[in-house]
């Protein structure tokens, strides 16, 4: 499966995270949810209750993995941040930390999966720096 975050978290394992955060950034997060394959990404907890058991299984596994790679991404993000803000490079230190609020706010809105929301609020919140 190929969209943005596909290509953000290669970005981030190649250790570039300039290009990761200028993905982010220029496509914008709520945009990279709409256009996502990825259809737990736009399906609220209502529509998730009324999956089939085995549909609702396989969508629950793929969203915490997806949940995984989002939160390994967001630590990373912020790792980049602090060490940039230490070398003086205050703006791209501001775009990290700036993608990695986009990114808990767009999980923690309150038509997601309520997993989202909740990884979102704490994504959202490490990101206020």
Same mark, same amino acid.
């Not at 981030?12 to 709409?34: P, Y």
């Given at each position: 499966?190929?969209?943005?975050?596909?290509?953000?978290?290669?970005? *981030?394992?190649? @250790?570039?995270? $300039?290009?990761?955060?200028? /993905?982010?950034?220029?496509? @914008?997060?709520?945009?990279?949810?709409?256009?996502?394959?990825?259809?737990?990404?736009?399906?609220?907890?209502?529509?998730?209750?009324?999956?089939?058991?085995?549909?609702?299984? *396989?969508?629950? =596994?793929?969203? /915490?993995?997806?949940?995984?790679?989002?939160?390994?991404?967001?630590? +990373?993000?912020?790792?980049?941040?602090?060490?940039? !803000?230490?070398? @003086? +490079?205050?703006?791209?230190? $501001?775009?990290?930390?700036? &993608?990695?609020?986009?990114?808990?706010?767009?999980?923690?809105?309150?038509?997601?999966?309520?997993?989202?929301?909740? $990884? @979102?609020? =704490?994504?959202? +919140? &490490? &990101? !206020?720096?």
């Amino acid at each position: 499966m190929t969209d943005g975050f596909t290509a953000a978290f290669q970005f *981030a394992a190649e @250790g570039d995270f $300039k290009e990761c955060v200028a /993905l982010l950034r220029s496509e @914008g997060i709520d945009q990279m949810f709409s256009d996502s394959p990825r259809g737990y990404l736009n399906l609220s907890e209502s529509e998730f209750a009324e999956l089939p058991a085995g549909e609702r299984t *396989a969508v629950q =596994a793929e969203a /915490l993995d997806f949940m995984a790679s989002v939160s390994s991404l967001a630590r +990373d993000l912020i790792d980049q941040a602090e060490a940039a !803000k230490a070398r @003086g +490079d205050l703006e791209f230190s $501001k775009e990290c930390f700036t &993608a990695v609020y986009e990114i808990g706010d767009a999980l923690a809105q309150p038509d997601q999966l309520e997993v989202f929301q909740q $990884k @979102g609020r =704490a994504i959202r +919140d &490490a &990101a !206020k720096n």
